[in-house]
């Protein structure tokens, strides 16, 4: 959708609603200059103010969400790949942990399943209102990496919980509102529970400078195009290397990982990022869940009328 289409198709809050059924409740990061991520001090707290994007006129949602890998083999070797199963086609690794949880069952093997079972991420723009740890990045636009406890609060931002509180649709420009981001070391995680949106506010700026900003928005494309994802055999063949094992066996496993008990046991904060590897966050405390029905009310949302 255009700038222009963007702004005459603003969904009233009523359509927005009514969509999601009324009121029930590749590379590293450090080394790629399209995404962004608060700074975090010594104590281990951040800060920063953000406005989420509509996304660009190529992308049908305004977020995209994705499962990854990311764990460290016996050889030594990462394992840091985007999951086919983002994609809904079968993945090695996925296979390989069913075939762990189903067939072995020990305590060791449910072990090496939650160490390297797949995990959610969600990407979305975002203009970087305030960043007082490096205040050069105000102004621009950039991709912004976050799990589900930020997810959730977008969603309560779209169905409120409460009476007193008003709808609001956070990716829209006129009709959004700012997001605090506020990160506390909380026993030694990175815990988002203080974020918050703010009042609801367009962002400043004429219609020039808004589709300004609007066309300096980054593609999504990579994280939902089945041709931006490495084939199974190519993710087998790395399994194979990371694992230490022969890559010359043959595909044997149905796809069974939404199967697999969704764990939500935290990982502490790394001290340190191992180097050369793809998607890196710092570990949290948020699970992992599959949120297919917001993904659908996201595509209606932007649907021309």
Known sequence: MSFAAMKRNRTDLSKIIE?????????????????????IDKAKNGYAVVRFLPGTEGDTMP?????????KGPTGQWYVEKSLTSIKLPDPLSEANSKLWNEDGS?????????????LRHVANVLIVSDPS????????????????????????????????????????????DFVIKIRN???YANYDAST??????????????????????SLKEWYDPSEYKTY???KNRLAIVLGESSNSTRKFEELDDEIPNFDAPKPMAAQSPPSVAAVEVPTAESSMDDDETMKYF???????
């Open 107 to 119: 305590e060791e093997a449910k072990r090496i399943v939650r160490e390297r079972k797949r995990q």
């Open 134 to 177: 490096n205040p050069e990045n105000e102004g621009k636009v950039k991709l912004f990496r976050f799990g589900k406890k930020i997810m959730d609060k977008i969603q309560d931002s779209l169905q409120p919980r409460f009476p007193d509180e008003k709808p609001m649709n956070p990716f829209n420009m006129w009709e959004g509102a």
């Open 186 to 188: 909380v026993e030694g």
């Open 63 to 71: 977020f995209v969400k994705y499962f990854d890998h990311f764990f």
């Open 299 to 305: 595509s209606n949302m932007l649907k021309e009328d």
């Open 233 to 235: 055999d190519e993710l």
């Open 19 to 39: 969509a999601v059924g009324g009121n029930d409740q590749k590379t590293n990061d450090n080394n790629d200059d399209r995404f962004w991520k608060p700074t």
């Open 197 to 218: 949106f703010k009042a609801i506010t367009p962002i400043p700026g004429s219609d020039d400078e808004l589709e300004a900003i609007y066309n300096q928005q980054h």
